[in-house]
């Protein structure tokens, strides 16, 4: 199993910046990709970005192309989610989880964390 933890979470205005962390432990060398989801209230889990664990190959949800970054440290087993011109839609709950394959859907991922709120202002 891994363990996941998210931090980075919290209040900004509207074209304000926000970056996420995600520390995983335990059995990370049977993780293959680490995925960012979010879920806003009455809505479903939906994905944001994906990174390959190895390899850094990269994915990202048309709605956040070209103002969100996915990147990994990899010494740190850390994963960071680069959230810039946020915009009051961007409100939501983040995950991130852990699979064993490189996908879109949040019912692939094993392993998740907490989440950690981000609420944008307009």
């Known amino acids: 199993q891994v363990q996941l933890v998210e931090s980075g979470g919290g209040l900004v205005q509207a074209g304000g910046s926000l970056r996420l962390s995600c520390a995983a432990s335990?059995?990370?060398?049977?993780?293959?990709?680490v995925g960012w989801f979010r879920q806003a209230p009455g809505k479903e889990r939906e994905f944001v970005a994906a990174i390959s664990w190895s390899s850094g190959a990269t994915a990202r949800a048309d709605s956040v192309k070209g103002r969100f970054t996915i990147s990994r440290d990899s010494a740190k087993n850390t994963v960071y989610l680069q959230m810039n011109s946020l915009k009051p839609e961007d409100t939501a709950v983040y995950y991130c989880a852990a699979g064993r394959s490189f996908a879109f859907d949040y019912r692939r991922y094993d392993d998740w964390g907490q989440g950690t709120q981000v609420t944008v202002s307009s």
């Open positions: 335990g059995r990370t060398f049977s993780i293959y990709a």
